[in-house]
């Protein structure tokens, strides 16, 4: 998109130099040529501007009996040989990291997730999945945003972003 970007100022600049015949004042052509490229210039904005290949904040209703298993949390690697597995379920987020299962009621507005205090069975497990059990335990908790793109989900927390794919 650069090189088109450059090509438009280009033109831009191209049509600024002329001057037109009768000094200070814009002539009919030079008047319809800036209103044209003036046009051309909005369209090739609008164009540009809607397309971000981002997600867009879900609802309860679009996430309701859906299960997203995590593949990415930025800065933390996922315990290798577990899974992260977060289900809404009529109005109940579960979450499955590794060692214990946990559950809350949650809603979303406006693209932010609430979690209500959580459940937790009472395992004990290796550090490292307690650890993690603690982690995403956190970032759903913390009022993350949330968008949804298809079949991934971002939940981002003001400190992490987790990224997850759905459950197929």
Known sequence: MTLG?????????????????????????ASRRAFGLALVTCIVLAAC????????????????GRSFVATEIDGHDIVEGSEIVITFDAGTLVIEAGCNTQRGGYTIEDGVLSVDAMAATRMACDEALMTQDTLVAGIVTAGPTVELDGDDLVVASPDTTMKLTARG
């Open 5 to 29: 970007w450059r090509r438009l100022m280009g033109a831009l600049k191209l049509f600024a130099a002329r001057p037109s015949r009768e000094g200070s004042r814009m002539t009919r052509s």
């Open 49 to 64: 501007g809607g397309d971000d290949d981002g997600g867009s904040p879900p609802t309860a209703d679009d996430l309701d």
